[in-house]
C-alpha cells in the first residue's frame, strides 16, 4: 500500500487552491497530481515547484517529517 501525501493536500488547501490550480501551476495533468498524492514518484522539478509555492521543506511535503518547517 502506498503512503499517502497529506502534507501536499494540506498545503494545497492552504494556499486555497483547486487540484485543477495546482495542476496548473505544476505543469502536471489530475491523473499525474493524484498519483503524486497517492505516493508515486515525484520529479524533483516538481518538488521544487511545491517548495517554492509552499515554503515548505522537501521532507515536510512527501511526509518524513511531521511538522511544518517553513522557510
Known amino acids: 500500500m502506498l503512503h499517502m501525501r497529506v502534507n501536499i493536500e ?3 488547501g492552504r494556499l ?3 487540484k485543477g490550480d495546482m495542476c496548473k501551476a ?3 495533468t489530475l491523473k499525474t497530481y493524484n498519483a503524486y498524492i497517492r505516493g ?3 520529479p524533483s522539478t ?3 515547484k511545491l517548495k517554492g509555492m509552499t515554503g515548505c521543506s522537501v ?3 512527501l511526509g ?3 511538522e511544518y518547517t517553513g522557510t
Open 10 to 12: 494540506a498545503e494545497r
Open 16 to 18: 486555497q487552491m483547486s
Open 26 to 28: 505544476l505543469g502536471v
Open 40 to 42: 508515486a514518484a515525484i
Open 46 to 48: 516538481a518538488l521544487e
Open 59 to 61: 521532507d515536510y511535503l
Open 64 to 66: 518524513l517529517v511531521s
